[in-house]
């Protein structure tokens, strides 16, 4: 599996093509998707198009930055103009964008070859990949369980080499749970640093577009080239985009004292003891490198759940409330009248999930219920940030388990929600305050599939993430496996 920065060395010296490269990811994809499922829709001849371009630079002589002719993956829940987006549900699916999403855009414009659009729960709602309305995507690491989601398609072929990177989006922690799932890196940035024009909505204030590598030095890579303010975002953030990669030293203690802090409240009930163990070993490896550990209390982190639950489908109620036949997408054949289209489109296109989220969202918006749910929903979202923020005074990142348990067989939890939503138990309060958190692996359980280690930090502080990630990486072997498909 050949990083970004040895694909870039090759390509400068010219011992190999971006043709090549280009030829060689969709030669992986075509053998493994029909045991896999990663991708909705593969790109060839677009990516040939782009590869092509970047030779033709590189033969003019001119400098290619790090993600030109690099293969990349797209979450199926990002415009891109003239390629079918479909969000994963049937009410898409013969949807064209008119026009490009920022990151796709930045993509491009820095060379990258998108080799398709990836697999994903249906509008981002999901911890399996279960819920897309086209098919279902396998681990690569056990082809008969889940690579989580909602973002599943990306990290099962980040982690299957069907391409180096890949664009994931997370609300509640649909980079993290998968990159946890399948043994990748998933970096969900800070609210607000990269650009959310042309991400089809979900919940506005909690998505967010994060890389998807199998290294911290390559989700570095792919975070600089999305992250920066867009002027057609309101939410985007007017701040400067560092040099990622000039965090990313092996001694965590390079400019001083580095402070780990362990949230207390991820550990205990509903957490497999073997991804406690992996976690707390991580814990200790920190300590060897010379960080200093500080045990976190985070009261409100337990409240996260319910309060998203209740946060997150109302602004989805509101958000697609778009999709009624009338201007673009899937519309009900013969409907009576005006209201029956209005109905029967949305009972046709919508699966399930997406069904019950938008009643959930529903309910807890109307007159009555305002107040006594979503109201009060929001004053604990306030506490969960609080609580981070207190934390952040005591240390510089914050550690624990990316999901309670590792991947999960196909349909072991499609028929009780409750149990599936747990998945994302320890991921969502690190949206609900517009944190980074990024997820790597630290372990493996016996059946050999991958455990993460979540690391949080603070407002802006990729660097801080990013900086403890890389050292851990560095001082450990987890990241060198990869699963025998």
């Known amino acids: 599996m050949a990083s970004i920065r040895d694909l870039h060395q090759q390509l400068v010296s010219k011992e190999r093509s971006a043709v090549e490269i280009a030829e060689e990811s969709l030669a992986q994809i075509q053998a493994l998707e ?26 003019a002589g001119e400098a ?12 199926d829940n990002m415009c891109t103009q003239g390629i079918r987006t479909t969000c994963g549900s049937k009410i898409l699916q013969n949807f ?31 911890s399996s990949t279960e819920n897309s309305a086209y098919q279902v995507t396998a681990n690569p690491w056990d082809l008969e369980r889940v690579p989580g989601g909602s973002s599943g398609g990306s990290a099962a072929a980040v982690a299957a080499d069907e391409c180096t990177v890949a664009l994931g989006s997370d609300t509640g922690g649909s980079i993290r749970q998968p990159a946890a799932l399948c043994g990748v890196v998933g970096l969900k940035p800070t609210y607000g640093l990269v650009s959310r024009y042309g991400l089809v909505a979900y919940a506005s204030s909690l998505d967010q577009i994060g890389p998807f590598a199998r290294s911290v ?43 780990v802090g362990i949230i207390q409240e991820t550990f205990g009930e509903g957490l497999d003891a073997i991804v406690g163990d992996a976690v707390m070993a991580a814990v200790d490896q920190f300590k060897a490198m010379g960080a200093e550990i500080v045990n976190i ?45 209005y109905t029967q489109t949305r009972a046709q296109g919508f699966g399930a999930e997406v069904k019950r989220r938008i009643m959930i969202g529903t309910y807890t918006l109307s007159a009555g219920y305002y107040d006594a749910y979503y109201l009060k929903a929001q004053k604990v979202r306030t506490l969960i940030k609080q609580d981070f923020e207190q934390a952040f005074e005591q240390v510089d990142v914050l550690v624990c388990p990316t999901t309670p348990t590792t991947a999960f067989k196909a349909g072991e939890k499609t028929d009780d929600p409750l149990s599936m939503y747990l998945s994302d138990l320890m991921t969502i309060p690190v949206n609900l305050a517009g944190l980074p958190g990024l997820s790597l692996p630290c372990g493996f359980d016996a059946q050999g599939l991958p455990i993460g280690l979540q690391i949080v930090g603070n407002v802006l502080r990729e660097d801080l993430v990013l900086q403890a990630a890389y050292a851990y990486e560095q001082a450990t072997e987890w990241h060198l496996r990869t699963p025998s498909l």
């Open 217 to 259: 030095e390559d989700a570095a890579i792919l975070l600089g080239a999305i992250a920066g303010y867009d002027p057609q975002d309101s939410t985007s953030l007017k701040v400067e985009v560092p040099d990622y990669l000039s965090f990313l030293n092996p001694n965590l203690n390079a400019q001083k004292k580095f402070r």
């Open 297 to 341: 209390s985070c009261p409100q982190f337990r409240y996260g759940l319910p309060t998203y639950y209740i946060l997150a489908p109302s602004e989805a109620s509101a958000n697609l409330a778009r999709y009624d036949g009338v201007k673009y997408g899937y519309r009900s054949e013969q409907p009576d009248n005006l209201m029956s289209m």
């Open 96 to 126: 064209v964008p008119p026009y490009e999403s920022t990151v796709t855009h930045k993509l491009a414009t820095a060379g990258a070859v998108m080799v398709g659009k990836t697999n994903l729960d249906e509008f981002a709602m999901g």
């Open 64 to 75: 290619i930055g790090w993600m030109a002719g690099i293969p990349t993956g797209i979450k």
């Open 34 to 59: 029909p045991k896999l499922r990663s991708f909705l829709m593969v790109t060839g001849d677009r990516a040939l198009e782009q590869a092509r371009r970047v030779d033709d630079q590189i033969a």
